[in-house]
């Protein structure tokens, strides 16, 4: 039974956005249309790290989110 629930956490894991590149100018995340939200915090913590807040850029992809680090 336990092995079965981290399988599936495990799974699930992998439908959720996920970061794939940040720079204190600009951040790339990984994320399906639905966790668009999820893209926008992910982005938003990574610019709060330089003190700067996420703006959504650019969409490379139907999947991929693009986020300036901005003022």
């Keep these: ?41 992910i982005a938003d913590v990574e610019c709060a790290k330089y003190g700067r807040y996420a703006k959504l850029s650019l969409k490379p992809h139907v999947n991929q989110y693009v986020y300036d680090c901005v003022n």
């Design 1 to 41: 039974m336990k092995s079965i629930l981290i399988i599936v956490a495990l799974l699930m894991t992998g439908c959720a956005a996920k970061l794939i590149s940040s720079s204190d100018r600009s951040v790339m995340v990984q994320a399906r249309i639905q966790d668009a939200a999820e893209a926008q915090k």
